[in-house]
């Protein structure tokens, strides 16, 4: 084999070497690059999950109130009507034991 074909491959070689370090640093960046905005997009969507939460613990904290009130006011509307049947019915049994005593 000649001198200069061995220089050629040798040449080559380092070629390789050296193009084959240089596709393995870029790869190295670009995994760093791509670990970087992975992270950064985690921490956005971590942001923007918390502050859903919040809105969403704050629109059901208001449905809860509003529930409540509602139901409160519904028993009370019950309770009065409650009342007003057993004020009625109070006025027939004291009348219905007024007359059993006085006809004994």
């Keep these: 084999m000649s001198f200069e074909a061995i220089t050629a491959i040798e040449e ?10 240089e596709a393995a640093a870029a790869a ?3 995994e760093a690059a791509a670990a970087g905005e992975g992270k950064s997009a985690l921490e956005a969507a971590k942001t923007k999950a918390a502050a859903e939460v919040s809105q969403l613990r704050a629109k059901s904290d ?9 139901l409160a006011s519904d028993t009370e509307n019950r309770k009065a009507a409650m009342r007003a049947r057993a004020d009625a019915r109070m006025e027939k049994a004291a ?9 004994g």
Excluded at 12 to 21: D, G, I, P, Y
Excluded at 62 to 70: C, F, G, H, S, T
């Design 95 to 103: 009348a219905l034991i007024v007359e059993r005593v006085v006809n």
């Design 12 to 21: 080559a070689e380092a070629n390789a070497r050296r193009m084959k370090a």
């Design 62 to 70: 208001e449905k809860a109130k509003q529930d409540a009130l509602e």
């Design 28 to 30: 190295k960046a670009a």
